[in-house]
């Protein structure tokens, strides 16, 4: 393959696989787990419905009892919202309890969020049971809900999965599972070189194939730093990074944002660490050039030059799910400046590909792709409260930071490929 038909084939890919995850109208579905354990059904009962006596060995939940004013369960969690206090749910719970047969059974649902608005919550329902079985007890853990893409449906299946192994743990040794494997480092150097190896082959399955995918790892890996770096300077006690194979990186936070300059500047972070590397490595082209510098760095630092400024351009596109979609969504108040920003920035990275010899029709293919992902709607969590809104000065230095990371990746393209390809 070309490189052009390879980076066609794995954006194609990589779209493709966004909307699976983020917009593919998954609908209602409910997510049932079973565990079998060796204890009475009315001590496990006691540590598994929402409000038991012993529902504290959980260690994401901070405490459970009854509220007062609606009579449901209210639990807070050791979740931080915004302002940093515990996140607290009420929930209205329906019990089904039969002691002779040993039989206990809850339906809940969501009636109250210091978080999110009630409205995430409307096609929410929890099950919990426990029945008597054989040496011990069986217990039921199913979540019904309605999914707009299959992220969070696979968020939910993972939750289910750790609270169950959490528990078994607690039953069998008094001290509950902490964590999970997913954000394990282990695990997530693992993915990186999974990552790694699928993305080999669209660079031809040689060695010069598997440095441009180790040097794309590297990219990414480097751009989520900058927003764990963000995520911090504003005050996140806990940052993490999840590593998906050929997707990329996913930086996450240890709390929801609390303004929409938070949101703009950690997504701009991404790309705005990434963009103080540009310089460092023209410089060390020239002084490769120069022999100051071993000739043979010169061009796998273009190849990394390149990389670098196309993965961090692509990620400023005015997408919805995209950097740079979050972004103009902070900074311009109005739909009808938010599609004039989006048109300037589409127009100027449309004339680097342009400038860098992409032909036309590759340019318009690409374009076309762009405007249909952005015309898809996509799943998004609505807070309980508004975000606070940016003043003047926060919006100009947002737009600017945007302007000044589109502006240094471009140049880091073409003075790349006016190098490698002129």
């Given amino acids: 393959m070309t490189p052009i038909v390879s980076a066609v084939l794995l954006l194609t890919i990589n779209l493709g696989l966004l909307w699976l995850l983020m917009a593919a109208p998954v609908g209602r579905r409910t997510i ?18 929402p409000g038991g006596e012993e529902a504290s060995w959980n260690p994401s939940v901070l405490s459970s009892g009854v509220e007062q004013n609606c009579g449901g369960i209210e639990i807070a969690y050791s979740h931080p919202d915004r302002h940093g206090a515990p996140i607290r749910r009420v929930f209205k719970v329906e019990e089904n309890v039969d002691h002779f047969r040993h039989s206990y059974e809850s339906r809940a649902r969501v009636i109250d969020d210091t978080a999110l608005d009630i409205s995430v919550w409307r096609n929410f329902e929890e099950y919990r049971a426990v029945s008597a079985a054989s040496g011990g007890s069986t217990l039921t853990l199913a979540q019904t809900d309605t999914y707009r893409g299959l992220a969070v449906y696979l968020f939910r299946y993972f939750m289910i999965r750790r609270e169950l192994s959490s528990l078994t743990a607690w039953l069998k040794s008094g001290r509950p599972k902490a964590g999970g494997m997913i954000e394990h480092p282990v695990t997530q150097i693992g993915l990186a070189v999974l990552s790694t190896l ?10 010069a194939g598997l440095t441009i995918s180790v040097i794309l790892t590297l990219v990414i890996v480097l751009h989520e730093l900058g927003h764990l770096a963000a995520y911090r300077a504003f005050g996140h006690e806990t940052v993490r990074m999840i590593f998906v194979p050929l997707l990329g990186g996913l930086a996450i936070g240890g709390r929801p944002y609390k303004s929409r300059f938070e949101v703009a500047t950690c997504a701009l972070m991404g790309a705005g660490m990434s963009a103080f590397l540009v310089p460092v490595v023209v410089s060390a082209s020239h002084l490769a050039n120069s022999r100051i510098l071993p000739v043979a760095l010169r061009e796998p630092a273009l190849v990394f030059l390149l990389i ?33 920003g989006s048109f ?26 762009f405007t249909l992902m952005s015309l898809m709607g996509f799943s998004s969590v609505k807070p309980r409260e508004s975000l606070d809104p940016m003043h003047p000065g926060e919006r ?27």
């Fill in 198 to 207: 699928l993305l080999w082959p669209f660079f031809g399955l040689t060695p």
């Fill in 32 to 49: 049932t787990l079973h565990r079998t354990l060796e204890i009475s059904p009315e001590r496990l009962w006691g540590a598994f419905h």
């Fill in 308 to 340: 670098l400024g196309a993965f961090n351009l692509l990620n400023l596109l005015p997408m919805y799910r995209f950097d740079g979609g979050r972004i103009l969504r902070q900074i311009f108040p109005t739909r009808s400046l938010l599609v004039a």
């Fill in 396 to 422: 100009l230095m947002a737009g600017l930071g945007l302007y000044a990371a589109v502006t240094i990746h471009s140049y880091g393209i073409i003075y790349a490929c006016d190098r490698l390809f002129g």
């Fill in 344 to 369: 300037g920035i589409t127009l100027l990275m449309l004339w680097v590909g342009y400038r860098i010899g992409l032909p036309p029709t590759a340019l318009i293919a690409a374009l076309a792709v």
